[in-house]
């Protein structure tokens, strides 16, 4: 019997992917293991952005290394049909007050899109009696962008 091989996704079946969900993980290169901590993601058709707790493990190891691997996934709840992405590159943080401005305000738009609990907000550093907009106008987090992706790992199964 052979062998039977996960298909490949294409670009744009992969790029869907990643419009159309909102949660990552990202694995850091750790000490002797790699990290790996849930994030929220915004997708500009080109780049991956997320927002960062200025606290953590994974700061340290972003300072040590920034390469990263990001991990998308879409599954059925009896795993029938899944697919995922997974893609290596190296995490930079955004400057530029307008910029970091632009990209807080999608995440907020991405919450309230996605009527996401506001306990959301503890995972970036704010209350979840604050306002979203306390996202925009406070700077608890970092705002980081995956850039020089060096590969792309797509595989679906099903349908």
Request: net charge positive; charged share 35%.
């Amino acid at each position: 019997m052979d062998i039977q091989k996960i298909p490949q996704m294409d670009r744009k079946e992969y790029d869907q992917l990643i419009i159309d969900e909102y949660v990552c993980r990202i694995a850091f290169k750790g000490k002797e293991h790699p990290y790996i901590a849930p994030f929220l993601y915004i997708f500009d058709g080109k780049h991956m952005f997320f927002l960062s707790t200025k606290y953590g493990k994974k700061i340290e190891f972003f300072q040590q290394n920034p390469n990263v691997s990001v991990e998308v996934d879409r599954y059925s709840r009896d795993l029938s049909d899944y697919s995922f992405v997974t893609l290596l590159g190296r995490l930079v943080e955004v400057k530029g007050d307008n910029k970091k401005k632009t990209i807080r305000e999608r995440f907020v738009q991405l919450i309230k899109d996605k009527n996401l609990s506001k306990n959301i907000l503890k995972a970036l550093g704010h209350s979840p009696e604050e306002p979203l907009e306390s996202i925009v106008k406070e700077e608890r987090n970092y705002v980081w962008k995956l850039i020089d992706v060096k590969e792309i790992i797509a595989l679906k199964n099903g349908t």
